[in-house]
RNA sequence: GCCCUGGUGGUGUAGCGGCUAUCAUUCGGGACUGUCACUCCCGAGACUCGGGUUCAAAUCCCGACCAGGGCGCCA
């Protein structure tokens, strides 16, 4: 490795000491007798430091003339400065370029100039160059890493089922087909089957990162044709209410800790969470339209909310103190086939709220062989195409229910990022499958 | 898939029948010893494509392509 350090591992206190920094050369600002060079790295920003008199000519010359973005590692020595930004500056002995940045540049990378979404995912490694953009990424990291971290203090077991399937997973949603030798088969939609076959084995709490594949041709700010879900499979429950403790306490988790240890990235970003505590309200279907109603929107029962239902919901939720909330007890009828039913046509089906948008949709499901034969049947599905499925059920499947959770949502809404692609480094949507 | 809006230097914009096409940033050259969006001087760089209307089109009309937003579907 070239040894260096980061510019955040670098302070006053170390004046006098010889020490290397790398990074991109961010900015070049030439005084005449003195110049300023300003690198960049993950961390933030080193300012060197050229009193004309104090280095060699050729530094002088050298870094002064590089083209901004060249990557530079630079050797000098610290000195501790009031007038310089992080209170210390380094005088270069010696630098070495790494690479040469040619101009000029598809993009800004100061911000100085903004640029659109598309100009900027099109040159998304130049963009991440920018830490505002690059905390989004850090901060997805942790969420990941909470999550893990929160599965594993309650004994669940993370595990990985196939992204190439034979058939369709749940009916409805369209799938990617991919040749696969001398078979047709298609990328995965969710690891939903899968998962509830584990509840068949003994494992009893399942979660898995999971990539899901959708072929719809939807065109919005909250739609990607690849997107990762936080997923989770619980048996033996009582109800679809062990399934929402565990969601709850999980957002929890994550928000808690998030505000907790990465407040700079976060206060990079401008935002600021608010971690809700435990249980979340509950609202039934029925209730909501209620709500709704009350409110002016009168919608038709047995259907599911509209984008603007939804968000006048939020508001009103929003206005009560909560920013997370459960809508449950859905019609039996506008969800899957593998979804619990109940009396009166409803069903063990729930969908949690963030700030006016759906992150998370979950259920009790049906672990009875017949049951979810009749209502694989009443869906208009072949139960033949089934039958690996089914076959876990009939040798020993205890009740279970679970949940998947969309992780670009949920930055998103965190976050409050206006287009969902600025939630995932490579985005891939109806238009988009480069870079 | 449907509806609406828009495509002007590398990037982001102004102009909306006749301009040498605006401004910022950027790039090249020069001056400057404490900058931090340094400042100042000189220079470079653009009307998405194809038809049409007109004496005249970046500007109006039609189409294509691309993009942004909304809806539906979903996580």
Request: neutral net charge; without cysteine; proline residues 5%.
């Amino acid at each position: 490795m070239i040894e260096r350090l980061y510019s955040s591992e670098i302070n006053p206190s170390m004046h006098g000491r010889e020490v290397s920094v790398a990074g991109w050369v961010h900015e070049i600002r030439k005084l005449g007798g003195i110049a300023f060079v300003v690198l960049r790295d993950r961390e933030g920003f080193v300012q060197i430091t050229m009193p004309k008199k104090e280095v060699s000519r050729d530094v002088f010359k050298g870094l002064t003339s590089l083209s901004k973005e060249s990557v530079v590692v630079v050797k000098g020595v610290v000195r501790a400065e009031p007038k310089a930004p992080n209170g210390y500056e380094i005088i270069p002995k010696e630098y070495r370029l790494l690479s040469r940045a040619e101009q000029p540049l598809p993009l800004d990378p100061t911000g100085k100039v903004k640029a659109n979404l598309d100009t900027r995912l099109d040159n998304r490694f130049i963009d991440l160059r920018k830490h505002e953009i690059m905390a989004i990424f850090k901060i997805r990291s942790e969420v990941l890493h909470f999550a893990r971290e929160f599965f594993r203090s309650r004994g669940f077991i993370e595990v990985h089922t196939p992204r190439i399937i034979s058939t369709s997973s749940e009916g409805g949603a369209e799938l990617f087909p991919v040749a696969y030798f001398e078979k047709e088969a298609f990328l995965a939609q969710s690891p939903q089957l899968y998962k509830q076959m584990l509840m068949a084995t003994g494992m009893d709490k399942v979660f898995e990162i999971a990539t899901y594949f959708r072929a719809e041709e939807h065109d919005t700010v909250w739609h990607l044709n690849e997107i990762t879900a936080i997923d989770s499979e619980i048996a033996f429950i009582e109800s679809e209410e062990d399934v929402m403790e565990v969601i709850e306490n999980l957002v929890y988790y994550i928000m808690k800790n998030l505000s907790e240890s990465y407040e700079k990235e976060l206060k990079k970003l401008g935002v600021e969470i608010y971690p809700q505590k435990p249980p979340f309200p509950r609202i039934e279907y029925k209730r909501a339209l209620e709500i709704l109603e009350e409110n002016g929107y009168i919608l038709p029962y047995g259907e599911d909310l509209t984008t603007e239902a939804e968000k006048k919901l939020g508001e009103v939720m929003k206005d009560e103190g909560y920013d997370l909330y459960f809508i449950t007890k859905y019609p039996i009828k506008i969800k899957p086939f593998y979804t619990m039913p109940e009396e009166n046509g409803l069903s063990r089906a729930f969908d949690l709220e963030f700030k006016g948008r759906e992150i998370v949709s979950g259920s009790q499901r049906i672990h009875e062989y017949e049951l979810l034969v009749k209502m694989i049947k009443a869906k208009g599905l072949r139960v033949e195409s089934f039958e690996n499925y089914l076959k876990a059920f009939r040798y020993g499947m205890p009740p279970h229910g679970g949940f998947g959770m969309g992780l670009e949502r949920f930055i998103m809404q965190l976050l409050n990022l206006k287009n969902i692609r600025e939630a995932v480094l490579f985005p891939r949507d109806r238009k988009r499958l480069e870079p």
